[in-house]
Protein backbone atom coordinates (compact mmCIF):
# COMPACT_ATOMS: atom_id res chain seq x y z
CA UNK A 1 0.00 0.00 0.00
CA UNK A 2 1.57 3.22 -0.90
CA UNK A 3 2.52 5.84 1.75
CA UNK A 4 0.04 8.76 2.13
CA UNK A 5 -0.77 12.08 4.28
CA UNK A 6 -2.40 15.06 5.64
CA UNK A 7 -0.77 18.34 5.90
CA UNK A 8 -2.27 20.66 8.25
CA UNK A 9 0.54 23.33 7.42
CA UNK A 10 2.44 23.28 4.58
CA UNK A 11 5.00 26.49 4.21
CA UNK A 12 7.46 27.11 1.43
CA UNK A 13 11.21 27.51 1.94
CA UNK A 14 14.32 28.64 -0.24
CA UNK A 15 15.81 25.55 -1.28
CA UNK A 16 19.53 26.00 -0.18
CA UNK A 17 20.64 23.20 -1.85
CA UNK A 18 19.31 20.68 -4.51
CA UNK A 19 16.30 18.92 -2.41
CA UNK A 20 14.67 16.09 -3.03
CA UNK A 21 11.19 14.69 -2.33
CA UNK A 22 10.14 13.39 1.55
CA UNK A 23 13.27 14.62 2.99
CA UNK A 24 13.46 16.09 6.55
CA UNK A 25 14.73 19.82 5.66
CA UNK A 26 15.31 23.02 7.97
CA UNK A 27 13.44 26.50 8.00
CA UNK A 28 16.83 27.60 6.10
CA UNK A 29 15.81 25.43 3.13
CA UNK A 30 19.03 22.55 3.68
CA UNK A 31 18.64 18.96 4.64
CA UNK A 32 18.26 18.21 8.07
CA UNK A 33 21.47 16.85 9.78
CA UNK A 34 22.49 14.01 11.14
CA UNK A 35 20.29 13.09 14.68
CA UNK A 36 19.27 17.31 14.64
CA UNK A 37 16.42 19.42 14.48
CA UNK A 38 13.96 19.40 11.22
CA UNK A 39 11.22 21.71 10.60
CA UNK A 40 8.96 19.26 8.24
CA UNK A 41 9.17 17.03 5.34
CA UNK A 42 9.51 18.31 1.52
CA UNK A 43 6.26 17.55 -0.78
CA UNK A 44 8.44 18.11 -3.89
CA UNK A 45 11.74 18.20 -4.80
CA UNK A 46 13.64 21.79 -5.94
CA UNK A 47 16.43 22.95 -7.64
CA UNK A 48 18.65 26.08 -5.28
CA UNK A 49 16.64 29.04 -5.12
CA UNK A 50 13.27 27.12 -5.70
CA UNK A 51 10.36 27.36 -3.30
CA UNK A 52 9.57 23.84 -2.34
CA UNK A 53 6.18 22.72 0.12
CA UNK A 54 7.07 21.60 2.91
CA UNK A 55 4.64 19.80 5.90
CA UNK A 56 5.11 20.93 9.11
CA UNK A 57 1.95 20.42 10.87
CA UNK A 58 0.14 16.91 10.30
CA UNK A 59 1.44 13.76 8.64
CA UNK A 60 3.98 14.01 5.79
CA UNK A 61 5.55 11.33 4.10
CA UNK A 62 9.19 10.45 4.90
CA UNK A 63 11.98 8.19 3.54
CA UNK A 64 13.13 5.31 5.83
CA UNK A 65 17.20 4.61 6.38
CA UNK A 66 16.59 1.29 7.77
CA UNK A 67 13.14 -0.72 8.93
CA UNK A 68 10.87 1.10 10.99
CA UNK A 69 8.33 -0.03 13.44
CA UNK A 70 4.14 1.36 13.77
CA UNK A 71 4.55 4.17 16.47
CA UNK A 72 8.34 4.40 16.62
CA UNK A 73 9.96 7.55 17.25
CA UNK A 74 12.41 8.82 14.42
CA UNK A 75 15.21 10.80 14.16
CA UNK A 76 17.33 12.46 10.80
CA UNK A 77 19.82 9.80 9.56
CA UNK A 78 22.68 10.97 7.26
CA UNK A 79 23.16 13.25 4.77
CA UNK A 80 20.25 12.52 2.57
CA UNK A 81 17.63 13.10 5.34
CA UNK A 82 16.24 9.94 5.73
CA UNK A 83 14.74 8.93 9.16
CA UNK A 84 15.19 6.05 11.15
CA UNK A 85 14.20 4.84 14.37
CA UNK A 86 15.33 7.78 17.38
CA UNK A 87 18.54 6.63 19.39
CA UNK A 88 20.59 9.64 20.56
CA UNK A 89 19.04 12.02 17.91
CA UNK A 90 16.35 14.80 17.85
CA UNK A 91 12.57 12.99 17.47
CA UNK A 92 11.27 15.00 14.45
CA UNK A 93 8.69 12.61 13.50
CA UNK A 94 6.63 9.67 14.65
CA UNK A 95 6.16 6.45 12.39
CA UNK A 96 2.71 5.86 11.19
CA UNK A 97 3.75 2.86 9.49
CA UNK A 98 6.21 0.46 9.07
CA UNK A 99 9.37 0.64 7.05
CA UNK A 100 10.51 -3.06 5.72
CA UNK A 101 13.76 -1.91 4.64
CA UNK A 102 16.16 1.31 3.74
CA UNK A 103 14.30 3.36 0.96
CA UNK A 104 10.77 2.31 2.15
CA UNK A 105 8.32 5.87 2.25
CA UNK A 106 6.38 6.01 5.02
CA UNK A 107 3.92 8.00 7.04
CA UNK A 108 4.73 9.86 9.81
CA UNK A 109 3.42 12.43 12.65
CA UNK A 110 6.02 15.72 12.24
CA UNK A 111 7.04 16.65 15.79
CA UNK A 112 7.99 19.95 16.23
CA UNK A 113 11.09 21.04 17.71
Do not use: C, H, W
Not at 53 to 58: A, E, K, L, M, Q
Not at 70 to 78: H, K, M, Q, T, W
Amino acid sequence: MAASNIALLTISVTAGVALSQYQAVTAAGAIASDAGNAVGFTQTGGAIGALVPITVVGTAIAIANAAVAVGAALEVDGAAGRVITKSAGIAVARALTAAAAAGDQIEVLVIAN
